[in-house]
Every structure is written in structure tokens, then in C-alpha cells.
């Protein structure tokens, strides 16, 4: 008999390791305790190791990208000073690895298409996890009925995000295992463009702890990021959410960036608005329960590396049930020990990167400024470069 496995969430981390477990021959039930399945979402950058895990789990003819071509005169990046004026900037896709632009909703509709014959129960959670000898019986429950009713799975994938529901069933409460990096975000599409700004521009205004980016696509309107460093995250989350941003950024709402950003809030159709945290655990996996994506790791909003873990993470688990059929601890063993010097790494340099999103200090952003405007022109020397070098291979080539 097949192998059966209950996959909780139906995000990126969920699909993927319900691709990755079909692959290995299992029969995975997913249940997501929306009502439906969400569409849309915020900008994503996909990495080397991101696509390339598209390609293994068999999604990535499906994968809508949105890089904007500079060759037609957008798809620039800008940063804005104190008094308002524009320059040259290198922005999140200017980094090492060229990521990929999409949206959150851009991966799970690739990875949708590849799970539509997977049993799909939305408005469903689980309320209890016991494991036996042969197996682990989950009590779940209906959120439309309030049923609650008991099933047998071979295994159990935890992949419903930072503040997992599976992971506090198992593991212990969220505070045992949630980094408090005292920051937050909003995070939401824009209807349209900044004006004066070209359609697929993106454009950075960062403070000392406050910024605002707005990131372009090539087909599709901005989306906009607001992040900025607190003593309290609880206190944001009391009030009036729009009431507590137009006060954070009382003082740079004078920029017209920042303010079409903050007046575009309201009529965004979906958002974000969260505290910033890591999840630090030093197992991923207990018995017939194993966590995915940001249930076991959540790198964060500033590693830049969200998507791309989730898509690694659950195509490796395919792999490693494909490679350990008959011995599951060995299999969960061997899946962990692959992907934690990965995900070890990208948790470390995101401190670093948080710099880059908000600075700390005044101090700490002049500094990004300079870091920012060194690396700038060490890229342009080496396009300069690399653009004189193919013209002399032309020539050459030409000339024989």
C-alpha cells in the first residue's frame, strides 16, 4: 500500500514537499486552513538554487518571471535622499545570483498546476498529533462545520509558516523557538507606479530605522515594502494599522514616494503586516513529523531567500524518501543534514542584509550608502568590461 502523508499548508513550503512526496511515491492529503486558495502577493526573488529546484520539482515551464529589460529604458533602480532627489541605485535584483522577479502567487500557481489530483481540504487544521507504532493519528477539524473528526498518516509535514500550528503541537510554544529581531513589515501590491517614475522602476528611500522600497516588474504594477525597527513589536499591532504606519514615517511622508506608498495602503486588495522573527530550532523533524519552509527555519523578509529554501526544502525531501523508501528516520535524517548548512548560512548573512533593507542608525546609513555607491561602480567597471571584451570577440570573429 501507498504510503499516506498529511502536508499542512498550502503555501510554497506545502506544495513543494507534496510534489517531492508524490515523486517518492507517497499520497499526500494537504490541508490549508484558508477557505481558499490565495492568489497574488508581494515581490519574490527566486535564486540560482530556487530555480534550479523549480526545474527538479517540474514546475519551471510554468513559472511566470518579471525581470524588467533595462535595454528598453526601465527597470531602473533609484535611490531617494533627504531632499528628494534621485540617483543611480543598485537594487534587490542587482544582487550576485541575478534573482528572478515574481510574485508570491507567480510560484504557487506554477506549483498548483503540478498538484490539482492531490486531495485538497481548505478551512482544515489540526487540532492534536499522536504518534503510535505504525503511524501518527491527527485529530482535525472543519472550520465551516466545527467537526472534528480522526485520521492515520505514515507522515506529517508542518509547512503553515512562521507561527506553525503542527510546530506548537509537537515542538512547544512559538516563543521557544522564535527570534525577536524587533522590526516590521507591510508588504503589499500598488495599483500603480510612483509618479515621474517609469512602470517597471524600482525606487528606495531608506532612513535610519525606516525605509520604503517599491519594487518593478516587468508586466505588472509595483509592489511596495514598508519596514521599520521598533523596541516593541507587540505595541504595533494595537490601533488603527494605518493610524500606526502614518505615524512611524511622520516625517518623511513630505516624499512623494512615500507618500503615494502610504496613500496606496487602503486600496491595496491583500498585505502583509507582521513583525520580523527567524525560527531557530535545533531539529526539524520528531518521530512521523517532519517542519518545512518557514514552519522549521523562517529565514525572513530580509534574507531575500524565503521562496527559494521553500522550493529547495521540499524537493529535497522528495529525494531523500525517494533514496531512504523503507526507513524513514534515516530519510529525515539524511534531508536534514543536506539542507541545514544551507539554511545556517542565509539565517547569518541576513542580519547583515537587514542593514541593507533598514539601517540601524544614521551611522549605519551613510555607511550603506557608501557600501551601496563602491559596489555600484565595481559593477559598472566590470559590465564596461565584460561589454568591451565581447566586442573585441566580435570583431575578431568578424575579421577571420
Known amino acids: 500500500m501507498q504510503k499516506r502523508a498529511l502536508v499542512v499548508g498550502l503555501g510554497i513550503a506545502g506544495m513543494s514537499a507534496t510534489i517531492g512526496l508524490r515523486r517518492a511515491g507517497w499520497t499526500p492529503v494537504i490541508v490549508e486552513r484558508a477557505p481558499e486558495r490565495r492568489t497574488g502577493g508581494y515581490f519574490v526573488g527566486l535564486f540560482p538554487e530556487g530555480r534550479q529546484a523549480a526545474i527538479d520539482l517540474g514546475i519551471a515551464e510554468h513559472l511566470h518571471t518579471r525581470n524588467p529589460k533595462r535595454a528598453d529604458g526601465g527597470g531602473n533602480a533609484w535611490s531617494v535622499n533627504r531632499r528628494g532627489r534621485r540617483r543611480p541605485a543598485l537594487g534587490f535584483l542587482d544582487q550576485p545570483g541575478e534573482p528572478a522577479a515574481v510574485l508570491r502567487g507567480d510560484i504557487e500557481a ?145 516624499d512623494p514616494v512615500v507618500r503615494h506608498v502610504l496613500d496606496s495602503l487602503d486600496e491595496a486588495p491583500d498585505h502583509v503586516f507582521d513583525s520580523v522573527h527567524q525560527v531557530r530550532m535545533p531539529r526539524w523533524s520528531r518521530g512521523r513529523v517532519v517542519l518545512v519552509g518557514d514552519a522549521a527555519w523562517c529565514m525572513n523578509l530580509y534574507s531575500g531567500m524565503g521562496a527559494t529554501s521553500s522550493l529547495r526544502g521540499g524537493a529535497a525531501l522528495g529525494v531523500a524518501l525517494r533514496e531512504h523508501p523503507d526507513d524513514l528516520a534515516a530519510a529525515l535524517d539524511a534531508w536534514e543534514t543536506g539542507l541545514r548548512p544551507y539554511i545556517t548560512k542565509h539565517q547569518r548573512t541576513a542580519r547583515l542584509k537587514q542593514q541593507m533593507f533598514v539601517p540601524s542608525s544614521r551611522r549605519a546609513a551613510v555607511l550603506r550608502s557608501v557600501l551601496i555607491g563602491l559596489a555600484r561602480r565595481i559593477r559598472g567597471r566590470r559590465t564596461a568590461t565584460e561589454t568591451g571584451g565581447q566586442q573585441v570577440s566580435a570583431l575578431s570573429g568578424a575579421s577571420r
Open 110 to 254: 506554477a506549483l498548483w498546476q503540478s498538484t490539482t489530483d492531490v486531495e485538497v481540504r481548505f478551512g482544515t487544521t489540526p487540532v492534536e498529533i499522536t504518534e503510535g507504532a505504525d503511524g501518527a493519528r491527527v485529530l482535525l477539524e472543519d472550520a465551516g462545520t466545527a467537526k472534528r473528526y480522526r485520521e492515520d498518516f505514515d507522515l506529517v509535514v508542518g509547512a503553515d509558516g512562521m507561527r506553525s500550528s503542527v510546530r506548537r503541537i509537537v515542538f512547544g510554544p512559538h516563543e521557544d523557538h522564535l527570534t525577536t529581531w524587533n522590526a516590521m513589515i507591510c508588504a503589499f501590491q500598488l495599483k500603480e507606479q510612483v509618479p515621474t517614475y517609469e512602470a517597471s522602476d524600482s525606487i528606495i528611500v531608506a532612513r535610519a530605522k525606516r525605509a520604503v522600497w517599491v519594487f518593478g516588474l516587468a508586466d505588472h504594477a509595483p509592489t511596495a515594502l514598508l519596514t521599520y525597527r521598533t523596541k516593541d513589536f507587540r505595541e504595533q499591532f494595537s490601533g488603527s494599522r494605518d493610524e500606526r504606519l502614518r505615524a512611524v514615517y511622520s516625517g518623511m511622508d513630505d
